[in-house]
């Protein structure tokens, strides 16, 4: 039986994307009014543009049998007549404009409704009134144009061209707002990107990152890093109160020094502590501190040996009571066994029980005994060889099981304890 956790949701996945935005807020606004001001002062300085409208109709006549298609085919060819270069040029110039034929083009614009027969003329200018007046003009051409009183084909003005009252283009207050709007949104989601981006490529390391990403407490425990000083304002803030602390290690490799310097800050503040070695399957900590494996909790478990025997000091410098793994038998596993070591827990006297489940142990079991040793978890990464991604996976699913997430410890996986150097060193 492994311990139930509750998978990464869409929600909790839009909730972090918006609280890594949240975070980022000063690249984002600096961004955003980079943008909204650099498209303002731009635009301010763009020349006024008006434009003017006017809606024509166009009738076949009255002998021609038409379901709509044949007004379609008429509207479109005038429509087509009145985009020409020269159509545009020709109009400009009755009323004292003279055009160049690049710039008509882009002077003039024929939309056609969905009511067949009728269409939309614009023309634009510098000022209202120019642009009215190449309106009017373009107006009265189209007219004489789709006018044949001979067949009965006739071209009308429904709707007058006015004088605008103000500029089409620039709008420099709007279309500023519209780009840090933009510049808003795209700059957010780049941020976000680029974190995931570099979660999934490379390991990420600093401290102040990981506390960052996970609003938690972070002592950073590595060599040339460590803070162990800082283990007790930790300790003192976050698990002083906690009578069983799980610590949960992941990693390259187990490696028994975060469990140590646990204990022993909390030894140092007075207090009775109980180190037990929770891996099930590669227990390290006897070997760590030159401990034999057995008798340890397994015996203790099984009732061949009494917990007040087996328990040994962990070292000179560290007064906890250190229990070893055991042997581990096929009676001893799963739930079963961790809810007897829960028992073991409560009847130590220990004022403080610190239990060590190492990179070696599987994830489901670790997460077992996170969920029945709830009081406080404590996190060992190894941020060398852990992405990001994984970082924040095992943080969900620690939570997931209902466990009390407090902090995370920093560890190196690669480096060997002082006690397991100093043995080394006797054998040779």
């Not at 373009?138 to 605008?164: H, Q, W, Y």
């Not at 949104?185 to 390991?203: C, H, M, N, Q, T």
Request: charged letters at 20%.
């Amino acid at each position: 039986m492994t311990a139930q956790y509750t998978p990464r949701s869409p929600k909790l996945e839009f909730g972090r994307h918006l609280r890594e935005m949240a975070r980022r807020w000063p690249i984002i606004l600096a961004l955003t009014l980079l943008a909204g001001f650099g498209v303002f002062a731009f635009r301010s300085l763009g020349s006024d543009t008006y434009e003017s409208t006017t809606v024509l109709q166009i009738v076949l006549p009255d002998q021609l049998l038409d379901d709509g298609e044949s007004t379609k085919f008429a509207t479109s060819s005038l429509a087509e007549l009145a985009t020409a270069e020269t159509s545009i040029v020709q109009a400009a110039q009755t009323i004292g404009l003279t055009l160049d034929p690049s710039e008509a083009i882009g002077r003039v614009k024929v939309q056609l409704r969905s009511t067949p027969g009728f269409m939309e003329l614009s023309a634009s200018g510098p000022t209202a009134i120019e642009a009215k007046g190449l309106t009017d003009a373009m107006a009265e051409f189209v007219v004489a144009s789709g006018s044949n009183e001979a067949s009965g084909l006739a071209t009308r003005v429904v709707v007058p061209a006015k004088i605008s009252d103000s500029p089409v283009a620039p709008r420099p207050i709007q279309e500023g707002l519209l780009a840090a709007l933009i510049a808003a949104i795209l700059a957010g989601e780049l941020v976000v990107a680029v974190r995931k981006l570099r979660g999934k490529i490379s390991p990420i390391d600093p401290e102040t990152v990981l506390s960052e990403l996970t609003r938690l407490p972070v002592v950073d425990l590595r060599p040339k890093r460590a803070q162990e000083a800082a283990l007790v304002p930790f300790f003192a803030t976050h698990l002083v109160e906690r009578p069983v602390i799980t610590l949960m290690q992941r990693g390259a490799k187990a490696n028994a020094e975060p469990a140590e310097r646990l204990a022993r800050t909390a030894s140092g503040l007075a207090r009775r502590v109980l180190l037990i070695d929770a891996d099930l399957a590669q227990p390290i900590l006897h070997k760590h501190f030159g401990h034999p494996q057995a008798p340890g909790l397994a015996e203790v478990l099984e009732g061949s040996e009494a917990l007040a025997k087996v328990v040994r000091r962990a070292s000179d410098t560290n007064p906890a009571a250190v229990l070893s793994a055991g042997s581990l038998t096929a009676d001893l596993v799963g739930v079963d066994r961790v809810m007897a070591t829960h028992e073991v827990v409560s009847a130590s006297g220990a004022d403080c029980a610190v239990l060590s489940t190492t990179a070696s142990s599987s994830l489901d079991e670790a997460l077992l005994v996170a969920h029945h040793f709830n009081d406080a978890v404590v996190l060992a990464i190894d941020p060398g060889v852990m992405r990001e991604t994984e970082i924040l996976d095992l943080i969900d699913r620690t939570r997931g099981t209902g466990a009390r997430l407090v902090g995370i410890l920093l560890y190196a996986s690669a480096v060997k304890s002082v006690t397991t150097q100093r043995l080394n060193g006797l054998r040779g």
